[in-house]
């Protein structure tokens, strides 16, 4: 995954897996960054990477649920990943 990277840092397969990786170390913040980044890497077409983010969502919403700020941004953050599927 590192070699793919090194010779493009744009793969979104070797993003996902390296977001993947995150994930299971609980770096959520990182996995985010990365899941975002192969998503970016297709325009908006790696249903892999668009599932991963709105997987954290889903958790950043049950984590935070009792904080009612959050649960706009939680919806917000959805649409924005339903309409970069569209995109």
Not at 12 to 32: Q, R
Request: include cysteine; glycine fraction near 4%; charged fraction near 25%.
């Amino acid at each position: 995954m590192n070699e793919a990277l090194k010779v493009d840092d744009k793969n979104p397969n070797a993003l996902s897996l390296l977001g993947e990786l995150e994930l299971k170390n609980d770096d959520w913040v990182k996995a985010k960054e990365t899941f975002r980044a192969a998503n970016d890497a297709t325009d908006g077409k790696d249903s892999y990477a668009i599932l991963s983010l709105v997987y954290i969502f889903i958790s950043d919403f049950f984590a935070f649920q009792n904080n009612k700020n959050h649960h706009i941004k939680f919806l917000l953050g959805c649409s924005k990943l339903i309409a970069l599927s569209y995109q």
